[in-house]
C-alpha cells in the first residue's frame, strides 16, 4: 500500500520559476526522503528530513516537514530545463527495521526553456 | 565508486522463461532493496535485505518470485515461470546510513 502520495501529479512550469511539490503520509515516521528520476535512469537521493526537523536546504533545495499534518514540501527554486524530472518521496515509518522506504507515486515536473 | 550494478539492463522473454535479475550493492553498504516500477503501481519493494539476512519479503508478489543474498556483494531476484503481468522496470538499491543508492534499472518484457 502507499505511504506517500504527492501533489500535484504533473506540474509544468518556466525556467526561473520556483516549482512545489507536496507529500502527504498516513503513519509516524522516522525520516522522510525526496528522490529525483530522470526518465529511464534510476532514482537518485537529493534530501533527508528527520522527523524532528522543520526545514532543510540544500542549494536550490528546500524541503519542510509537519509531523502535525503529515506532510512535506519540496521547494526547488529559480528552475532549470535540467529539473525536469519525477520526484518521489519517500518514507521510513516509525516501526520499520532496517530503513525500509516506502515511496510516493511521484510528481512529473517538466521545466521549459 | 562504481555504484550499484545490475544486469541485464533489458531483458526480452516469453511467457512461461525463468529470469534472473543480478545487482551488486555498492561496498560496505549492509542494506539491499528490490523495487519494481510500473505505470499503474509505481515503486513497489519487494523485498530487503539487513546484512545478507532477508528482513520483510511481504512484497514479493506471488511464490514465483525469490530473493537470494549469497554474499555482501552479490544478490539475484528470479521469476519462475515468468508471466507478461511481470514487464517492469526492477531496480536495485544500497544502503548504509538511510539514504539509498539504485542501479538503473533491469527493464523487463514478458512476451
Known amino acids: 500500500s502507499q505511504q506517500g502520495e504527492e501533489d500535484p501529479q504533473a506540474l509544468s512550469i518556466q525556467e526561473g520559476e520556483n516549482a512545489t511539490m507536496n507529500c502527504s503520509y498516513k503513519?509516524?515516521?522516522?525520516?522522510l526522503q525526496w528522490y529525483r528520476q530522470n526518465s529511464g535512469r534510476g532514482l537518485v537521493h537529493l534530501i533527508l528530513i528527520r522527523s524532528n526537523e522543520r526545514e532543510k536546504h540544500s542549494g536550490r533545495l528546500r524541503v519542510t516537514l509537519d509531523t502535525s499534518k503529515k506532510s512535506s514540501s519540496l521547494l526547488i527554486t529559480a528552475s532549470r530545463a535540467a529539473d525536469t524530472a519525477s520526484y518521489f518521496c519517500?518514507?521510513?515509518?516509525?516501526?520499520?527495521?532496517?530503513?525500509?522506504?516506502?515511496f510516493g507515486q511521484g510528481t512529473e515536473l517538466s521545466v521549459k526553456p | 565508486d562504481a555504484g550499484v550494478i545490475q544486469s541485464p539492463r533489458h531483458e526480452v522473454t516469453e511467457m512461461g522463461q525463468e529470469v534472473t535479475l543480478r545487482c551488486k550493492p555498492i561496498s560496505g553498504h549492509n542494506s539491499l532493496f528490490w523495487y519494481r516500477q510500473t505505470m499503474m503501481r509505481g515503486l513497489e519493494l519487494l523485498i530487503y535485505?539487513?546484512?545478507?539476512?532477508?528482513?520483510?519479503d511481504s512484497g514479493m508478489p506471488e511464490d514465483r518470485f525469490s530473493a537470494k543474498m549469497p554474499n555482501a556483494s552479490f544478490s539475484t531476484l528470479k521469476i519462475q515461470p515468468s508471466e507478461p503481468r511481470d514487464s517492469a522496470v526492477y531496480f536495485c538499491?544500497?544502503?548504509?546510513?538511510?539514504?539509498?543508492?539504485f542501479g538503473e534499472g533491469s527493464r523487463l518484457t514478458v512476451l
Open positions: 538499491a544500497s544502503s548504509k546510513t538511510g539514504e539509498l543508492f
Open positions: 503513519t509516524s515516521i522516522n525520516n
Open positions: 535485505f539487513n546484512n545478507n539476512v532477508p528482513i520483510d
Open positions: 519517500a518514507t521510513d515509518m516509525i516501526y520499520n527495521q532496517g530503513g525500509k522506504l516506502i
